[in-house]
């Protein structure tokens, strides 16, 4: 039982660049949430999951789309990157009333 | 607007002594509260979860208490031990459209030998 899983681990990427970062999980949870930690601001919602098919924009949702490919599967696309997504980005689902984290992905965008 | 607050933003002690960390929030109209554990380059770690209906829960050398009312739980950690070194996140769960967690900033705590 692997939990929460995040790919790639870390990526730089230059301005304009796009990429997706790959998030699963093995725990049968219907939701599924994607967040941004940056210091001084703490983890802010980027976009949430309550369901395959369904998601809708948290707190930061510009710049960034989601895809709730299947019940498991829940990717953060970022279309055009901007320094200032340079972030720590975490995926996370829930069930029985509490979160599981992934365990992160570092972006730098230069 | 929930508001999460955490104090002290961050604590060094030595080993061996017993800790409080506090929590408070502006909504008493949470459902559920949860703490989390974070290393440096790491991500969170569930540590307790209190349902609104609960007073507080326990795991091992760990108490988390809730106060709905009052607005405020606590996370109390007996004889600390260096391995306890990490940051220390408080997040209450709320409904609006749809559950969600509000996280505090964070205690950082420091144990050394």
């Known amino acids: 039982n692997a939990g929460v899983t995040q790919t790639p681990k870390f990526q730089v990427l230059k301005t304009g660049q796009s990429m997706t970062l790959q998030c699963a999980q093995d725990?049968?949870?219907?939701?599924m949430y994607w967040y941004r930690q940056d210091p001084g601001m703490g983890l802010r919602l980027i976009y949430y999951?309550?369901?395959?098919?369904?998601?809708d924009k948290g707190e930061v949702p510009n710049g960034y789309n989601v895809s709730r490919l299947n019940k498991r599967e829940f990717s953060l696309r970022l279309e055009s990157a901007a320094p200032s997504q340079t972030s720590v980005y975490f995926c996370?689902?829930?069930?029985?009333?509490?979160?599981?984290f992934g365990p992160g992905t570092r972006l730098t965008v230069t | 607007k929930q508001e999460v607050t955490q104090i002290p933003a961050a604590l060094s002690v030595p080993e061996g002594e017993n800790l409080v960390l506090n929590c408070s929030f502006t909504?008493?109209?949470?459902?559920?509260l949860q703490w989390f554990r974070q290393d440096p380059g790491k991500g969170l770690t569930s540590l307790l979860l209190?349902?609104?209906?609960?007073r507080e829960q326990t795991s091992g050398r760990l108490n988390a208490s809730l106060d709905k009312s009052s607005g405020r739980s606590t996370l109390y950690i007996a004889a600390s031990q260096p391995g306890d070194s990490a940051t220390y996140l408080c997040?209450?769960?709320?409904?609006?459209?749809?559950?969600?967690?509000?996280f505090g900033a964070g205690t950082r705590l420091a144990v050394h030998p």
């Open positions: 725990m049968n949870h219907n939701s």
């Open positions: 909504d008493s109209a949470i459902y559920n």
């Open positions: 997040a209450v769960w709320i409904s609006g459209g749809y559950n969600k967690l509000i």
């Open positions: 996370a689902s829930s069930g029985g009333g509490e979160q599981y």
């Open positions: 999951s309550a369901s395959e098919g369904t998601t």
């Open positions: 209190i349902q609104s209906s609960q």
